[in-house]
């Protein structure tokens, strides 16, 4: 049977993946170890069970975007929400993106930005981080003049690295780039600034948030971006109609009412975090300081790959960098509960003794 071949520009292309093995203690997608609240989850129900479950649901998500607005002092007109923020990035660039355009990526970085920039068709160009992966403030007029790119990824704590880029950075790639800067702030609450007071009306910035890490919430698939109203109003193009299901809608919102909660277990993992930096330090590894919930590590005298499949054995499953382009033999782990914390701790210690 005859069969019609994919676009020619995806025929390459490859889908996301991330290794899903079945092991006791899985620290490899930067999920929260905890589940929300058992208060969230019985309110959840009761308002699920009131859903008009025959009608379409609010189209414009107005109680939820009040609701997110009013938690980042913005205004409602100021807040979009989808299906996870990876739905959000796609939305920007399909607005922003596509065929003709440019997407620049400061490398290694979330590697769903230029996968998603492709997909809708446009240019992705990149520049490489410099030392520690941090951006490099004296190469940007040079990078933007090179490129011209038509939107600009910065991401914030940067996945996979945990770095946390200075606020003078991130105003400076604000004030240099042609086009539109994207901040993806995905683990925001676990660093110590985020750009979101630096949205204006007078600045292309947008920066996108999600449920899933801080908000223990993965499995709802819900993220939002903050930025001016003219960027809210002109993504309506490209929005689908009631995307936005109505149990969702209110499960971003009765989740803002738990925020006291939240930032109580974004203290704890913190804390954890501070306690494996600590451990890392008495190991033969090299790790980056991360302003996230995950560390980027690299085994100093063994391979990454060996280390992460003996991990694996030992029933801890990790992300395995090791191939990816500027992060030969490194590795990341999410911070999991103090036990699956420990837990990795010694198999770590033993992998690496043998
Ligand atoms: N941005 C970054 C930097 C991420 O690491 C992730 C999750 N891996 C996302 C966006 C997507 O998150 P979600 O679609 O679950 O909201």
Not at 62 to 80: K, P, T
Request: some cysteine.
């Amino acid at each position: 049977m005859p069969r019609l071949p994919i676009r020619d520009d995806l025929q390459k292309m490859q889908g996301y993946h991330s290794a899903q093995v079945t092991v006791p203690v899985r620290l490899n997608t930067n999920e929260s170890p905890y589940p929300p609240p058992a208060e969230f989850t019985t309110e959840l129900g009761r308002r699920i069970a009131d859903i008009a479950w025959n009608r379409y649901p609010d189209r414009t998500a107005s109680a939820l975007r009040a609701a997110i607005a009013r938690s980042h002092g913005v205004g409602a007109d100021q807040v979009f929400a989808g299906n996870g923020s990876n739905e959000i990035l796609q939305t920007l660039l399909l607005a922003y993106a596509g065929a003709g355009r440019k997407v620049l990526t400061f490398e290694p970085t979330y590697q769903l930005h230029a996968h998603i920039a492709r997909i809708t068709g446009a240019e992705v160009v990149s520049a490489p981080r410099g030392n520690d992966f941090r951006i490099d403030q004296s190469k940007l007029a040079e990078v933007f003049s090179t490129h011209s790119p038509d939107v600009t990824f910065v991401c914030s704590p940067n996945n996979p690295t945990g770095v946390v880029e200075d606020e003078k950075t991130v105003r400076a790639i604000i004030d240099s780039a042609p086009g539109l800067v994207i901040v993806d702030e995905a683990y925001a609450q676990f660093a110590s600034w985020s750009a979101v007071d630096l949205v204006d009306e007078s600045r292309a910035l947008v920066v996108t948030r999600t449920y899933s890490k801080t908000w223990s919430m993965a499995a709802a698939r819900l993220g939002y971006l903050v930025g001016p109203k003219w960027l809210v109003d002109e993504i309506d193009a490209v929005v689908l109609p009631y995307h936005l299901d109505a149990a969702k809608q209110i499960a971003g919102a009765l989740a803002l009412e738990f925020t006291n909660d939240m930032n109580s277990r974004v203290r704890e993992i913190v804390a954890s975090r501070d306690q494996i930096e600590s451990a890392f330090s008495a190991l033969p590894v090299d790790f980056w300081p991360s302003g996230a919930n995950f560390i980027l590590f690299r085994p100093r005298s063994m391979d990454g790959r060996k280390v992460w499949s003996d991990l694996v054995e030992k029933g801890v499953l990790i992300r395995d960098c090791s191939s990816w382009p500027g992060l030969t033999n490194c590795l990341r782990v999410t911070i999991g509960t103090p036990e699956e914390n420990n837990l990795f701790l010694k198999s770590l210690a033993e992998v690496l003794s043998q």
